[in-house]
């Protein structure tokens, strides 16, 4: 049984947990519509999941058409940037390419598929 009271579900989920459950409805919502925020997002083109087009100069590939539906779906703008390598750490702690990038905050968000290494 859910009843909605004051913006909130409550599920009975029995005498013991009686109204101790609640989700707020409103944080999905406001989740699925990011109101066309510009968010900074790096690439490593690694083919063929992702790679530039020759004849557009832009992304194409799996990455990037999965990408674009959820770009679409969560109403975000993307400033794309080519970050050309993954990322190595280097020997004063630094991080070069995508990596380096994104703890730089010089990027929101990557869409490269990118394997795990200890190092990162």
């Given at each position: 049984m859910s009843s909605v009271?004051?913006?909130h579900v409550t599920r009975?989920?029995?005498?013991?947990?009686?109204?101790?459950w609640k989700i707020n409805e409103n944080i999905w919502s406001r989740r699925s519509d990011l109101q066309g925020i510009v968010w900074e997002v790096g690439?490593?083109?690694?083919?063929?999941?992702?790679?530039?087009?020759?004849?557009t100069g832009l992304p194409?590939?799996?990455?990037?058409?999965?990408?674009?539906?959820?770009?679409?779906?969560?109403?975000v703008t993307s400033r794309?940037?080519?970050?050309?390598?993954f990322g190595k750490l280097h020997e004063?702690?630094?991080?070069n390419g995508v990596v380096g990038m994104l703890q730089r905050n010089e990027l929101d968000?990557?869409?490269s598929s990118m394997s795990t290494t200890y190092a990162r």
């Amino acid at each position: 049984m859910s009843s909605v009271q004051e913006d909130h579900v409550t599920r009975d989920l029995g005498p013991v947990s009686q109204k101790l459950w609640k989700i707020n409805e409103n944080i999905w919502s406001r989740r699925s519509d990011l109101q066309g925020i510009v968010w900074e997002v790096g690439f490593v083109p690694f083919i063929p999941m992702l790679f530039v087009d020759r004849d557009t100069g832009l992304p194409s590939g799996f990455n990037y058409v999965l990408w674009s539906v959820i770009e679409q779906d969560l109403n975000v703008t993307s400033r794309l940037v080519n970050a050309q390598t993954f990322g190595k750490l280097h020997e004063n702690g630094q991080w070069n390419g995508v990596v380096g990038m994104l703890q730089r905050n010089e990027l929101d968000i990557t869409f490269s598929s990118m394997s795990t290494t200890y190092a990162r």
